[in-house]
Structure formats: C-alpha cells, structure tokens
C-alpha cells in the first residue's frame, strides 16, 4: 500500500476488537508499518476521579488480551511488528484523535465500527473522523473470509477535472489494486453515470427527436464517460484482474446494492466533496453512500485536503 509507514489504531475497549485488529495487523505485517494502539477513553464524571486509573487498567488488560488472542491467531511473532499502546481519556474523542494524527504524522487511522450491532452505516464518531481526519481513515467491520477470499471494491467518479480530484481518483485505484492484490486478487471498479438530463426529457417533454436518436445520445454519453473511466485507469498504471461495474444509475443507490449482491467486504472511495477549503463536509452523494454500506471502509480524501481540527 502506497506510504504506509505509521498506523494509528483507535480502541474504545467496550467491544470486541478482533476484526479491527485482525484488519491492522495484516496490514501492518504487509507494508511492515508500525501500530500505535490508541484507547480512547471517555471523560471521567466529577466525583469519580478515584475510580479513573482503575477503569483505564482494566480497559488496557482488556485491549492487551485481544491483542496477544489476534497475534497468536495470525501467527504473528511480536517482534515482527512495532507496537505501543497509550491511553487517552477525554470528551470529543474524535478530535483527540485526529490531534494525535496532526501530532504524530500518523499515515491511517483504523478503528472497528462504532457498535459493531449497526449493520449498515456510521455513527457519529466515525463520521467525524470521515469528515475530519486529514489521513486516510479505515473503519473496519467482521469479516468471516480468510484474507485470501476477501473482495475488494474502489468507487470512482471519473469526472474529475480539478487537479486535487484526479489525483485522489488515481490513488484510490493505486489503494485498492494492493488491497485487492493482498487478497482474492480481483478489484471491483464501480462507477456509476447520471444521465437525469435525458430521462427528463423523455418523461416531460414532446420532442422532435426519435427515440433512436435520444437512445444515440444516451449511448454516446455512456461510451464518453466510459472513456474517462478507462483513461484514468490506465493512468494509474494498475494491472491485475478487474471486473468493472459501469451503469446508469445514481451511486448512492446503486453502490449499498452492489456490496450487498456481490458480497464485497471493502469497499475504497473518496469522502470530501470539494478540496482546499478547512473543513468542508463531504458532499451529498458520498454522505449518503455512507448511511448505506454494509462493509469495511477505507476512506481517503484529496491531498490538498485541511482539517478543520487545530493543534
């Protein structure tokens, strides 16, 4: 995976941990980065100090159990990977986060879901983090598959003029081709194409033009952006077995569908609406493909991308 060198695995220890950590240490061991586990803790209620150090203590013995279970299930000799643990109790969890991020230089942040029960969608940590975290952020969800079975997706909008933009689409398909090569081998390209102009037409509007024609226009809107498509994927210099999903259909429908009926475990994409500007949200499109999903994400936004978050 490109640059991988320092990982920032975030634990509530409330849950159990393994998918997040099963997650972290394969990636770890493949890019042979070093993991920080961060337990983030919440803020202590007034008249409770007294019994502070000893939640955190049987939080840690809790992470440090799951974390030896998952080391001993991957075979994973504890010399081989580069590990410390630190606690860090407080309110507004997500933005202590994302400090220790700026701090730190930390190149992904990896978390299990928040309430792992929620099968589709994310709750309000993870979506600060989404929408904040100036690294790529992994929000990891059970998978029963061993590595080698696992299905891998990348979500591309190919209509990306702005600099910023194509850049992001190209290392979302770098990204997903070694997540995928890691895996089953096979990458999923999804990218769908909105063609509301000509329903519209068809729908409200007697025009002159046949039906044969308006199906022409369609077609040739189709096969344009299908080029796009195919020029970003060669420029990204990706190889490997693919099979490429290219529809009409609005993504933030078609896309939740997709995962659900080919099974895929991860799906990659891009979750900032526009770049450059200090915290802008994430557009409608990417926020409503987020409330849908029912697997692993792995989110990245562009390089030019600003926190809002100060240190």
């Keep these: 995976m490109p640059n991988i060198h320092k990982v920032l695995y975030v634990s509530h220890a409330a849950e159990d941990e393994s998918s997040g950590l099963l997650q972290a240490f394969a990636l770890a061991r493949n890019n042979r980065a070093e993991i920080k586990v961060l337990?983030?803790?919440?803020?202590?209620?007034?008249?409770?100090?007294?019994?502070?150090?000893?939640?955190?203590?049987?939080?840690?013995?809790?992470?440090?159990?799951?974390?030896?279970?998952?080391?001993?299930r991957m075979k994973v000799p504890k010399e081989q990977?580069?590990?410390?643990?630190?606690w860090d109790c407080g309110p507004r969890p997500a933005e202590r986060v994302i400090r220790r991020v700026l701090e730190e230089g930390y190149d992904?942040?990896?978390?299990?879901?928040?309430?792992?029960?929620q099968l589709k969608g994310f709750k309000a940590i993870d979506m600060e983090l989404l929408r904040k975290s100036p690294c790529p952020v992994w929000l990891c969800r059970p998978i029963e598959r061993t590595h080698t079975e696992i299905r891998v997706a990348v979500a591309i909008d190919p209509e990306c003029d702005e600099g910023s933009t194509y850049d992001?689409?190209?290392?979302?398909?770098?990204?997903?081709?070694?997540?995928?090569?890691?895996?089953?081998?096979?990458?999923?390209?999804?990218?769908?194409?909105?063609?509301?102009?000509?329903?519209?037409?068809?729908r409200h509007f007697p025009l002159s033009a046949s039906e044969e024609e308006l199906d022409q226009a369609t077609e040739a809107a189709r096969a344009q952006h299908r080029s796009k498509l195919d020029v970003l994927i060669r420029a990204s210099g990706i190889?490997?077995?693919?099979?490429?999903?290219?529809?009409?259909?609005?993504?933030?429908?078609?896309?939740?569908?997709?995962?659900?009926?080919?099974?895929?475990?991860?799906?990659?994409?891009?979750?900032?609406?526009?770049?450059?500007?200090?915290?802008?949200?994430m557009g409608n499109t990417a926020e409503n493909i987020l409330q849908k999903v029912s697997c692993s994400l792995l989110a990245l936004k562009p390089s030019d991308f600003i926190s809002p978050i100060k240190l």
């Design 39 to 72: 337990l983030v803790c919440p803020a202590v209620p007034a008249g409770f100090e007294d019994f502070s150090n000893l939640c955190v203590e049987a939080m840690l013995k809790r992470v440090k159990s799951e974390i030896a279970a998952t080391q001993e």
């Design 239 to 281: 190889g490997g077995d693919m099979q490429v999903h290219h529809v009409i259909a609005h993504p933030d429908n078609f896309i939740p569908l997709l995962i659900d009926d080919e099974q895929l475990d991860l799906l990659v994409m891009g979750t900032v609406g526009r770049a450059g500007i200090p915290g802008f949200i």
């Design 168 to 202: 992001l689409a190209i290392r979302l398909l770098r990204w997903a081709r070694v997540l995928a090569d890691n895996c089953n081998g096979i990458l999923h390209v999804i990218s769908c194409w909105d063609f509301d102009v000509d329903e519209y037409l068809r």
């Design 81 to 86: 990977v580069k590990m410390e643990i630190e």
């Design 108 to 117: 992904l942040v990896i978390k299990n879901v928040e309430g792992l029960s």
